[in-house]
């Protein structure tokens, strides 16, 4: 088995206490740090996903799945973010997943490409209300507004936060700018839903962004 192959393993096993050091093993052997995230980590993630959908894994395995997922990225978080890193700093990003939705690994990816570009990252959670990022926005006055959202059954709560923050009249003229994403989230829905901006990857999500701020 390759050493790819047995980080995905350790990611479909749910390995949580072996995987920091399978990780770092892997890095000493001089792997980088994005294909062990893209050829490793995802590829299991991916097979999680499949066996979630076909019930052959349940909750709680892939509650164990998820958790090493996040240990995993405890240490690759620090070399993602030192390769990217620029000095300035380029805005002030808000970011959480929607109502009723608790997927965070994702949105943590999306956190760590933003950190690693040089924005400033406003983690305000999972499950967050439309109220509570129309809060978060008067208090933190981001320059971008980020949205993740896993379940088809609340890409409606990522409408009705977009909606929120334009009745409270917190955009105006584009500002701040509004960027969706999320597995099952496409570029026509965040058009249909009035968001300026879609990532189909948390990388994808930081270019698009710095794009649109014209960086
Ligand atoms: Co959930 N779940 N889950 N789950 N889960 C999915 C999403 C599902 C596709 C699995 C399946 O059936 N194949 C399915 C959704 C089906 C659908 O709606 N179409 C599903 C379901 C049904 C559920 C429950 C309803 C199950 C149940 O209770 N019966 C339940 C809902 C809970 C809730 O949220 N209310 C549930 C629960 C869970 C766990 C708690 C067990 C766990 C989450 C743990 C956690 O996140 N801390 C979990 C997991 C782990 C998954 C899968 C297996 C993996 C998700 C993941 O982390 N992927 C997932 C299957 C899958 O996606 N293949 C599944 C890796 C991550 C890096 O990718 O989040 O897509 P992703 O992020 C990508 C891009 O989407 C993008 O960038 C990232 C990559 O760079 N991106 C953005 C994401 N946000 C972005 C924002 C941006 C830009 C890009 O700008 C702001």
Redesign the pocket.
Known sequence: MSRMEELATAIIEGDAAGIKGLVQKTLDEGSEPEDILSQGL?QG??V???R??TEDMF?PE??L??RT??SALEILRPLLEAQEKKLQMKGKLL?GTVA????????S??EM?FTANGFDVVDIG??VSADAFVDAVKQHEPDVI???A?????MPAMAQTVEAIDSAGLRQDGKPII???????TEEFAREISADL????????VDVTKKALGL
Do not use: Q, R, W
Not at 100 to 107: F, L, R, T, V
């Open positions: 995802m993630m991916e999680v996903g499949k979630f959908a909750i892939v509650m799945c998820a997922m996040h970011l009723g939705d608790i997927h965070d690994i994702g949105k990816l999306v490409m999972v499950n980020g949205m993740s896993l379940l088809t059954t609340t960027i969706v994403g999320g597995a099952p989230v879609y990532g189909e990857n948390a990388l994808e999500g």
